[in-house]
């Protein structure tokens, strides 16, 4: 075989994993916002930045030299916590009301500014080096075309992909979540608490969020106040794009949007790499405009 | 068992009930009747707490419900069988029935409650792993009568349970709410075919417009002219 060759072929295995490591992430936040609409009919524009804050939750407490798992459970909480809050304080008094459904999209694009500023004046808005926190065993990877970091960032999204999929389907509380979102009244007519179940579904998104946060800032090494926008309107697209309220249509909308970035940039070039999740989610819709696994009925409301 | 005391309901500035007074004694079966939109629903949508009271109080063995949230409502043993079923369509037969008995921890009353469920309508055990939203109508609506059973109420709420069944199927529902009742559940029906639910029933209410107009027992109630004119079809 020749040289180049050899080459042509290791890069393109390249872009797949990173494609495969970085879209895995995507998924992680898709369903976030899956959760949430399936429930609520709404799209939490704030999970972005609550991503964003798990990965400052967790750089906060290594500035004070706390063990990692420490951090990392900490922000999962908190992180959990704001998401919480955000429903209850925000969002709810909304629904009591009866407001229209823009009010509560508004609200959660209002959240996510006051997220992203709070962060700026605590944690200052510059660039901030984030560590190579996880002090893992090495990996024999030589030879292969992916990297460790690519391959921890995937192995660990994907199972807690697992976790959150085995959560809404095989539990109880799992069980309580799709009757809600399938006929509200009736949820209510079996004796479930709706508004726990919309509580315990936001704590997941933030959970689950916050780890996919500090998880890419672990990859990029970096920290940032809007770090959570432009993956969190990816995420977004890959949600839109698999079907948005069905876990496996996030799982193929994430993969989808990273490989095709990935290979976007590698082989058109880096500057196209952001505009290409867009671009599918554009062509998806048109064909098939309730997104590749999506549910016929999505208006509800 | 159950009372229902001056109980009035708005939705926004519609009174759809205007002062509803109603007792239904353990035991008993009770049927509520009434043409379309005098407040059937809204009445057993208000006393599970589905709907605000904008006034009155719904008493259950002497301990105030009104407006309780519908899950702690449900978790003192009173459960509906919505109109219109409302099953959950993406799920399971099974996993409906499973939620019918959601406040419930007990492992073993969870089995019991599928068999007996299983029992009643042989229909359903055929079809546990179907989704519902593919059960034909009458399957849907015995899943949703079965559903309301899963957590062996003390109280039945059924609204219309024979809407939209053919004839054969509504004779057998309704010898199927007098069996439940036998089990010692006492029921409140809504229905449209008032002969039917007076034949079954021990006392009756009519309903007009928000307003109790008549009630007593389901024989003598039956003989009524203004009943018999209004609501039995013949004079
Ligand atoms: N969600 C709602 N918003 C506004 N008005 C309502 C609502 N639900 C019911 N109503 C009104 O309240 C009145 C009572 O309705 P309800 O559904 O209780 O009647 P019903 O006796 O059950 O009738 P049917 O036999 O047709 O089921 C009707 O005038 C109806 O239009
Ligand atoms: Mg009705």
New binding site residues.
Partial sequence: MYPGMQQKKLMFWRYMFNGLAVGMAYALVAVGYSLVFGILRLINFSHGATYTFGAHVVLFFIGYQTNIWLALSASVLFTGILAVGTNKFALEPLRKKKSPPIASLITTIGVSYIIQNLLMVFMGSERKSFPNMLDIPKLDLSGLPITEPQFFLFTISFALFIILTLIVHKTSIGLAMRAVEQNTKAAHLMGINVNQVITFTFFLGGASAAIAGVLMAGYYQLVYPTMGFLIGMKAFTAAILGGIGVMHGAFAGGLIVGLAESFASGYIGGTYRDAFAFIILIIILIIKPTGLFGKKTITKV | MLSVKGLH?H??K?H??KGVDLEIRESEIVTLI????????????TIIGI?PSSGGKVFFNEEEITNMPPHAIVKKRICMSP?GREVFPQLTVQENLRLGAYAIKDKKFIKGSFENVYSLFPRLKERTKQTAGTLSGGEQQMLAIGRALMSDPKLLLL??PSLGLAPNLVLMIFKLIADINKQGVTILL?E?NANMALSIADRAYV?E??TIVLSGDAKELSKNDAVRKAYLGNT
């Fill in positions: 309901t939705y926004g519609i759809a009930l009434g043409s379309n939109g005098a407040g059937k629903s809204t009445l057993l949508n709907i109109e609204d219309e809504i449209q309903l417009t928000g």
